[in-house]
């Protein structure tokens, strides 16, 4: 069996035993870590991707941390007596791939199962409470976008008042 992960923004093939180099993640040498985020599954011909695969998850021991190797960044202008040198070591986590299963899936359904049966009626009443409280805010609002819109009306007369008065000034010279 095995499956695509996707960590640190890149996708991996992995199989139980593989050993890889992923970027540098939380945990400690000899510490167990679970991708969840499973893009594809396979065995043999059958292949599961989608939701199907997303319910799955893969695990994983941390056996080392550690810097990969030193890039050097090198720039230089010519004929301008300029050139400048950088290195940079990128961080990674060495992890083997333990097993490849749905093993994340049964317990949440579980516990999703219990939660609705025994709170699902305390929670829906506080959830009705607040749908009316917005209601009564919006047509408060409304309001005054309403007395602002009576007011843009207005000040266009008033806007031509002066126009008027710039006509009998010329009048009267």
Do not use: C, N, W
């Not at 579980?110 to 709170?119: I, Q, R, S």
């Amino acid at each position: 069996m095995y499956a695509v992960i996707q960590t640190g923004g890149k996708q991996y093939r992995v199989q139980e035993g593989d050993v890889l180099r992923v970027a540098k993640l939380s945990e400690e040498a000899g510490k167990k870590v679970t991708f969840d985020k499973v893009l594809l599954l396979g065995e043999g011909e059958g292949i599961k991707s989608g939701a199907d695969a997303a319910k799955a998850s893969v695990s994983a021991e941390v056996l080392e941390q550690g810097l990969g190797k030193k890039v050097e960044i090198f720039k230089k202008r010519r004929r301008k007596h300029s050139q400048r040198t950088m290195g940079h070591r990128q961080a990674y986590t060495e992890v083997r791939i333990t097993a490849i299963g749905a093993a994340k899936a049964a317990p949440a359904k579980a516990a999703k199962a219990e939660k609705p049966a025994a709170e699902a009626k305390p929670e829906a009443k506080p959830a009705a409470k607040k749908p009316a409280a917005k209601a009564e805010a919006k047509p408060a609002a409304k309001k005054p976008a309403a007395k602002k819109a009576a007011a843009k009306t207005e000040a266009k007369p008033a806007a031509k008042k002066p126009a008027a008065k710039k006509a009998a000034a010329k009048s009267e010279e």
